[in-house]
């Protein structure tokens, strides 16, 4: 671009003085109002212009008035300076880290300072949905319904703790997992237990939290920054967790007539469950034998004579969890006979009862990762499937269990 002279600038303020408007001015000097206007500029910053009218694009910063030693005014100091730009705007991908002020002796703001961060993993989730359900197009109506089931009954398949993704080596820990022993072992007990289920006209997926072992690439607990030992790109593994559960439902849906899935966030998943949740509620969205349940922290859900909760358990104890479902279900609770809350968190199975609520912890089918084969948590593995009468609460349960690690090398069952 040409340099412009002051000779040119101070062309352009005498037009621009003499004519009032820049439109005017510009016809008047014969030039197009786009190159006057940069004449015009420059003529400002080199201060050939007044400051009245102040100049589009500039504002006044300040006037100073100079009197003599007699207080007669002696002239107007204007100090004219580029105007702010237009409003900050979040570059995409980016959140809200903090602000900053640079504040005067009496505490006002004189200037901010916005500082963005990347928005982190949770941007490539829509990229994670597009590749899941291309995988997947067309499957959700290919199963077909069950011919005989049981209208009195529901089956539960209550899920605890796989802890997908997450990497544990023998040499330290006494047993290999990774996401691809996850999946295999998982599989597997679900179609034994399906198969060995009763043909019951409903079932409930109970996924209790922490299905991922990692909520993102950051690879630490979210809450406590915990390091994880993690298998593979969290990416890779969002993506397995999502068609597995895909599977696992599609085994329901061979022998039940209506499926229901609940995902709650555990400690370790608590964004990575709401976008397994996401994925499988548009995914199945046209199938009418699938529902999926809002990733809540508890879940409640009454049949027939029985009343249950479902929590990961790492945010209450179970007695406060009991009495929350009395309080939450108030109608239910006085309406039920059988009240049963399920949690997961622990990795082992416990039970207890509080007033008459049945308060069950659930064992996981993952192995111990380092820090807890360190801190020598030895309970066993196991998934089981539980069938709730409508009138007589629970009648039956079937209990796969995984072999400890310390009895598998040769695979025999001991005499
Ligand atoms: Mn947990």
Redesign the pocket.
């Known amino acids: 671009m040409a340099t412009i002279t002051d000779e040119m600038a101070r062309r352009a303020a005498s037009f621009y003085k003499a004519h009032g408007t820049e439109r005017k001015a510009a016809n008047a000097a014969g030039m197009p109002k786009t190159t006057f206007h940069s004449h015009l500029r420059r003529a400002a910053e080199r201060g050939m212009l007044d400051f009245d009218p102040v100049l589009p694009g500039y504002e006044i910063k300040r006037t100073t008035t100079k009197r003599d030693a007699a207080g007669n005014k002696e002239g107007d100091w204007i100090t004219q300076h580029k105007a702010s730009g237009a409003a900050f705007e979040m570059p995409p991908g980016q959140i809200l880290k903090g602000v900053s002020a640079y504040v005067d002796g009496e505490g006002l703001v004189r200037q901010k300072w916005i500082k963005t961060k990347a928005e982190g993993a949770v941007t490539d989730l829509v990229k994670v949905f597009g590749d899941v359900f291309a995988n997947y197009r067309g499957r959700s109506q290919l199963v077909p319904p069950p011919r005989r089931v049981d209208r009195d009954l529901l089956s539960v398949y209550p899920i605890a703790?796989p802890h997908l993704g997450m990497l544990s080596w023998k040499p330290q820990t006494g047993a290999d997992y990774d996401l691809k022993i996850a999946i295999e072992r998982l599989l597997d007990c679900a179609s034994t237990l399906v198969s060995r289920a009763d043909r019951s006209r409903e079932s409930l997926i109970v996924n209790l939290?922490?299905w991922y072992h990692a909520n993102d690439q950051r690879n630490v607990t979210p809450r406590s920054g915990h390091q994880l030992d993690v298998d593979g790109r969290w990416y890779k593994v969002l993506q397995a967790g999502v068609k597995t559960m895909m599977r696992i439902i599609d085994l329901n849906l061979a022998k039940h007539q209506f499926v229901e899935v609940v995902n709650i966030p555990?400690?370790?998943d608590p964004e990575a469950a709401c976008a397994q949740a996401l994925a499988l509620s548009t995914f199945y969205a046209n199938n009418k034998r699938v529902k999926i349940a809002f990733p809540s922290d508890i879940y409640y859900r009454r049949f027939g004579n029985t009343l249950l909760g479902a929590a990961?358990?790492?945010k209450a104890p179970p007695a406060r969890l009991a009495m929350a479902m009395a309080v939450d279900e108030r109608k239910a609770w006085g309406e039920t006979a059988y009240h049963w809350f399920m949690f997961?968190?622990?990795?082992k199975d416990t039970a207890n009862t509080i007033g008459d609520v049945r308060v069950e912890s659930f064992s996981t089918i993952a192995d111990k990762d380092n820090h807890a084969s360190g801190g020598a948590w030895r309970s066993a593995q196991a998934l089981s499937v539980i069938t709730l009468h409508k009138r007589d609460g629970e009648t039956y349960r079937y209990r796969q269990n995984i072999l400890p690690p310390s009895m598998r090398k040769s695979g025999k069952v001991p005499a």
Do not use: S
């Open positions: 703790d939290g922490d555990g400690n370790h990961h358990g790492d997961g968190h622990i990795h």
